[in-house]
DNA sequence: TGGATTGCGATGCACTCGTATTGCAACTGG
DNA sequence: CCAGTTGCAATACGAGTGCATCGCAATCCA
């Protein structure tokens, strides 16, 4: 067995090099010519780690959503331990909201595999358990045990993200929207030291 | 001045092919060619009525705001004068959502759109002036007028939108999200006949 | 009735696309 | 040391793209 070569890290290497492309130009624009371009390798090269384009695509999305189970992973982890429920929820969904010019790139190339998988509905599955699983934590640890409120505290999460990506909402605005709605579900009293 | 033909009526029709092709196949399928057969007619003739594509993709996406504008009216139309504010809200909001086979036709497409402008910033300043329209009253009919209450239910919205054309969310769970949040904006007492 | 002007179909052009195929260099296990 | 496997570059191919161009038919104003 010749030449080890890590398929792993050159796999993630050309998924970086698409998310690039789709962060500024749009999922469109991803073509196997492009991503090896800014990749820097050649295109058969991109072809050789992934036989055709939606294997890359499938690829790309995995990476996606492992990128932000690891962004909330790690803004909770910077909490401690037994974190009072409202801060731990603030600090989930802003570790998700797309709010400085970084996460930005991110959310606009998780907004272009939404669209993408309206119409390829061949990975909905795994973002649908996404989504459930999310809501039944949320509904776990709302004070009212809310199914529908938890179901509208994750939508307003993604309406956020969109208008945020849209330009539509500021930073500001969008952390001012989800704090009202804190303060709606866990009773008016702010118990976080927010602005 | 020979041959007097409706150019709105052919641009609306081919708009309204593209509208289809989007719904079903993405905005990626979108293409001179696609939306002409579709709309049954030749390629030079879409040709004809936009002379760039960007040109027909721009009215294309006037052509969905207006309708969703329509949607609004005609459902808050239907309630007759001076509605209490909060069925009034949950019919403009309802109207808004892809919650039948129908209407998440132009869901898909309004997704589409969005992560289109997403990248191509030239049409975001209109949508914006939507979405500050409508923040502004929703804020103005809130009873406690809070802005950030105002955009965390249109963020709501929103996102109710995106999980119902992924599938993440039912109708009834999206509904029961929205009344969800109703009360807790109107202080928890019911006011409409919901099921 | 006769230009003039418009509507629109047809064709061509220069690209880009995804994929299949080929060839060769590099490396490693025996 | 060399056979064999693997990594990767290059190329070719057919299909599809947006757009420019041409040509002709239909129509209206004079």
Do not use: W
Request: hydrophobic share 45%.
């Amino acid at each position: 067995m010749p030449k080890k070569v890590d398929h792993q890290q050159r796999r993630t290497l050309i998924a970086d090099a698409l998310m690039r492309v789709a962060a500024d130009q749009g999922l469109e624009a991803v073509s196997l010519r492009h991503v090896a371009t800014e990749a820097g390798v050649s295109a058969g090269m991109v072809q050789h780690y992934f036989g055709t384009k939606d294997e890359m695509m499938a690829f790309a999305l995995s990476v996606v959503r492992e990128r932000s189970q690891i962004r909330v992973t790690e803004a909770v982890a910077g909490l401690g331990e037994n974190p009072p429920p409202r801060l731990l929820l603030r600090t989930m969904i802003a570790a998700l909201l797309p709010l400085d010019e970084h996460t930005r790139d991110d959310g606009r190339v998780a907004l272009a595999f939404l669209a993408y998988t309206a119409v390829r509905p061949s990975a909905a599955p795994s973002l649908r358990e996404d989504t459930a699983q999310f809501t039944a934590f949320i509904a776990s640890i709302l004070p009212t045990n809310d199914a529908a409120a938890a179901a509208g505290l994750l939508a307003l999460m993604e309406g956020l993200g969109v208008y945020l990506l849209g330009g539509q909402y500021t930073a500001e605005q969008a952390l001012d929207a989800l704090d009202a709605q804190l303060d709606l579900l866990f009773g008016g009293t702010r118990t976080t030291d927010e602005p």
